[in-house]
């Protein structure tokens, strides 16, 4: 039996090490991978921060480019012993993943994983009564800190890594944007602000099959003007296979 992917070209705009990954479970699944890294991180963090983080209960991962930079952060300034004294939420399994490769298990993860459920329910379920630290990007959302300050759980903001557009990537951009391609995944809203930035006539692709990892990207896809925005269920690469297979496979027969 044909696969839903069989033959369709789908654009890989993560950075790498995980964009050969994804791409891998894109052939498996019969697809061409066209892989086009629109973003890179670059670890950045406050070294002073780093002397105060025996000071939390609790710290909070939102992506695994920040349990990497973050752990890179502790090993240069001698820190390492830090993680084991802290409670860990992750606000998704891929997280998660990033952090046991380092030792530890994630002690929350939301039921859904992005910002917007995972405020509620980690207030709700784990009521911490110290001092919570949330580990991310520049570019990432505020939703948790509003949450936060309304529940008045008390807080400090750690930025360990800067998104950046992947200048070097913008010949290849140009050699892609030639090619048939039938779907675009993103998966984060830098993402889709790099493709709107670097692609020629980006307009041309508005109507193409996008599916984005959560519903933060989508809406991002959507004000950027792409009509066909698709989010899986479970917000993962896996799920985004999924979705992609479930969306071909309805127009098919449509």
């Known amino acids: 039996m044909k696969k839903p992917l069989q033959g369709k070209r789908i654009v890989v705009t993560r950075n790498e090490p995980q964009a050969s990954a994804f791409a891998r479970d894109i052939q498996a699944r019969g697809g061409v991978p066209i892989i086009a890294p629109l973003i890179r991180i670059a670890c950045t963090y406050d070294r002073e921060k780093i002397k105060t983080l025996q000071t939390y209960e609790w710290m909070i991962f939102t992506s695994a480019n920040g349990v990497r930079c973050f752990h890179k ?3 240069e300034n001698d820190a390492g012993d830090v993680m084991k004294r ?31 459920t995972m405020a509620p329910e980690f207030v709700a379920s784990q009521q911490p009564t110290g001092k919570v630290l949330i580990v991310h990007g ?6 948790l800190q509003e949450d936060f300050q ?21 010949p290849r951009l140009k ?10 995944t993103f998966m984060s809203p830098s993402t889709v602000d790099a493709w709107m930035n670097m692609i020629p006539h980006p307009e041309t692709f508005h109507e193409k099959i996008v599916v984005c990892i959560g519903s933060t990207t989508q809406k991002r896809a959507r004000e950027r003007g792409f009509t066909n925005v698709y989010v899986p269920e479970v ?9 992609m297979e ?6 098919g027969r449509g």
């Open 73 to 75: 952060a502790l090993q």
């Open 86 to 116: 802290a409670r860990i939420a992750t606000v998704g399994s891929k997280t998660a993943a990033a952090l046991h490769v380092f030792g530890r298990q994630a002690d929350f993860i939301p039921s859904v994983y992005d910002a917007k």
């Open 138 to 143: 520049r570019l990432s959302g505020t939703i």
């Open 150 to 170: 309304a529940a008045g759980i008390a807080f400090d903001c750690l930025e360990v890594y800067a998104t950046l557009q992947n200048e070097e990537e913008r």
């Open 175 to 184: 050699e892609v944007t030639h090619q048939e391609i039938d779907v675009i």
């Open 235 to 243: 917000f993962t690469a896996e799920g985004m296979l999924t979705c």
């Open 246 to 251: 479930q969306v071909i496979e309805k127009r």
